[in-house]
C-alpha cells in the first residue's frame, strides 16, 4: 500500500495542473448532470488524467469515480480494494472562483478507506495518509510534516461558504466558533491538522466525498460518522449517496453531548 503512496500524490498533483488550467480560461465548460448537479470540463479533464494514471500504476485494481457511470452492486460488491475518486471535489467553489476544491484519491481495502490523497491546487498542498502510518501535509516545495488533530479552548465548527449555518447549528450543544471553507475534503483536512474541530454536513453526498477524507482524519487522531455515530460504509449499497455525516477532531471533546445526532433517509 506504501508504494502507491508517491504514484498517487504524484498523480493528484497533475489532475490538480490540469484543473488549475481550466481556471484560468474564459470557458470553463460548464454543464449540468443527470442529478443536477454541475460539472465542468475541470472535472472531466481530472478525471481522466486519474483514471488513465491508475490504470498505469495498479491495472488489477477497479475504479469508482464520480464522473464514471457506477457499475451495480452485483458487479462490484465483490470488489476487496477499489479506487475511489472526486476528481474535483467543490466544482460549486470552483465556478465560483473561491479556490477551494480539491482532487480525491482514495484506495478502499475491504470497504473501509486505507490510504487518502487529497491535494488543494489552487494552494499548492497535499494532504494524505495510510492506514497505521500516521497523515501528513506537504507543500509543493516538497516539505511535509505529520499533523494531527487538536482542540482549542472554544469549540471550532468548519462550516460551508454557502450553507445556512441554521442548517447544522441546530444539532449543536455547544457555543462555537466558525471557520469558512468550500469542499467537503478540505473542511476535514483543516480538523486534522488541528485549525478547526468538527464538520457536520447535512445534505447529499457521495462516498467519494469522504473516502479520502475519512483515513487521513482517522490518521490524524480524529474520526467520520453517520449523523447518529455510526460508522460510514463503502461500497455495501446500491446507491453511492452517502448519509449525512460528522467529522470529528480531538476526542477529548465529549462529541455525543455536544451533537444532537438526527437522520436522513436516503432513497
Known sequence: ?????????????????????????DDIGKKE????TPVTAADLASNEILMAGLAEIAPDI?????????????????????????????????????????????????????????YWPSQGLTYYASKDEGAFKRSD???????????????????SRRQKLEAVSQYLNSQFDTVALGSCSLKACIIAEGKADCFL????TGEWDTGAS??????AGGCITDAEFNPLTYNRRETTENPDFI????????WQKLISPHHRTIE
Request: glycine share 8%.
Open 214 to 219: 475519512q483515513i487521513i482524519v482517522e490518521e
Open 201 to 204: 454536513r447535512v445534505g447529499p
Open 1 to 25: 500500500m506504501q508504494s502507491y503512496l508517491e504514484p498517487c500524490i504524484a498523480l493528484a498533483q497533475r489532475a490538480g495542473e490540469a484543473i488549475m488550467a481550466i481556471y484560468q480560461a
Open 141 to 159: 516545495s516538497g516539505e511535509s510534516k505529520r499533523i494531527f488533530v487538536s482542540p482549542r479552548e472554544t469549540l471550532t465548527l468548519a462550516v
Open 33 to 36: 448532470k443527470s442529478d443536477h
Open 62 to 118: 477497479p475504479v469508482m469515480s464520480e464522473e464514471t457511470p457506477i457499475p451495480p452492486l452485483s458487479e462490484r460488491q465483490g470488489w476487496q480494494r477499489y479506487w475511489l475518486l472526486d476528481p474535483m471535489d467543490g466544482t460549486g467553489e470552483f465556478i465560483l472562483e473561491s479556490g477551494d476544491f480539491a482532487v480525491n484519491i482514495a484506495l478502499i481495502e475491504n470497504n473501509h478507506p486505507v490510504l487518502g490523497v487529497i
Open 247 to 254: 467529522v470529528m477532531g480531538h476526542p477529548d471533546w465529549q
